[in-house]
C-alpha cells in the first residue's frame, strides 16, 4: 500500500527544533510512514544559504527516526518574481541541497504567480498581458531546468494553487492542465506535480471543472500528493481565521480526511494505480490531534478501493 505520511507544520514548531522532535515521536508512535519538513519552519536557510550548523542540528533529531523524508520548499519562493529573482533561485538551490542532506528524493515547490500572493493586496486587480505572461512561464522552465540539472537526484514537484476570489487567475498551476503543459515543457525527468487535493477541489469548484479528468490527465506526471480535506469555498486572499470560514465552508481548510466534502474515492483512482509517491496529510495545526484518525479514515477509503 501506498505510504501515508503527514506534515510537519512550520507555522507549529516556528523553529523551535525540541518541537521538531516532539512531533515527529508523535508521528512515529501512531505509524506513520513519511514526513514532510518545511524548510522554512526549521530556520534551516537565511538569507538564501543553507544554514550548515542549523543543518547538523536538524540531522542529529532525525537519525533517531525511521521515516522517508519529503521537503516543502519556503512558501513565497516563486521563480516568477520579477524584485530578487536571483535571490529566490538561491533560496531555491539551498532547498535542494538540504533535501539532499536529509535524504529527501521530493521537494515541493508552489508552482509560479503571476501576482505573488502577498502583494495580492497591491497588485490583486493587476493583469498581466499574454506576452507577459509568457515570458514568466519560460523564465521559471528556464530556471526549473537547470535546478534540476543540479540534482538529478531529487524530484522538484510543482503544486497546483488555489484560487482567491477577484484575484484568480493569480497563478496559471490553478488550472491542472496549465501545470501539466509546463511540466511537460521543462522537459526534465526529475520535474513533475504535486497534487493538492484539497486546492484542486476549490479550483474545480471555482472555475466549474471536471474534478476528476484532468488528474488522470496529469497521472504520468504526479509525483508527490498533498491531502486534506474542505468544502470548496473560495474565499478571499486576506481571509485566514479558520474560525470565521468553517461556519461557511469556505476556505482552505487543510481538516482531516473525512471533515469535509472532498470526494476523494472518486479522485483517488484516477491516478492511484502505479502511483509510486507518498500521501502526505497537510493538516492545519489547529487539528494535530487529528492526525491518527485522519490515517485511518484515509486508509479505509484506499482499501475499499477495488483499482488498488
Known sequence: MVKIGAKIDEVRIDGDLSRLRRDLESFAAIGLQAVELPVHGLDAIKNGKLDQRRLQSILTILQDFDFAYTVHSPNPLNLMDRQVPELHLEVFRSTLQFA???GAKIVVYHAGRFIPEETLHVNGNQKLS??????????????????????????????????YVHHSP???AEDLEALREQVELVERPNVRINLDIGHWHMGA????????????????L????????????????YEKLQTHQLPFGRGDSHMPVGYGAIPFAEILPAYLPGYQGVLIMELRSRYFQRTEESMANLRQIISSLEVI
Open 170 to 172: 493569480y497563478c496559471y
Open 100 to 102: 539532499s542532506e536529509v
Open 205 to 220: 469548484r471555482f472555475y466549474d471543472f471536471d474534478l476528476v479528468a484532468p488528474v488522470g490527465n496529469c497521472k504520468d
Open 130 to 163: 499574454p506576452k507577459d505572461e509568457g515570458i514568466l512561464l519560460g523564465s521559471e522552465r528556464g530556471y526549473l531546468g537547470l535546478l534540476a540539472d543540479a540534482y538529478p537526484q531529487v524530484n522538484i514537484c510543482l503544486e497546483n494553487a488555489r484560487p
Open 222 to 237: 504526479i509525483g508527490h500528493t498533498h491531502i486534506h480535506d474542505n468544502f470548496g469555498g473560495a474565499v478571499h486572499h
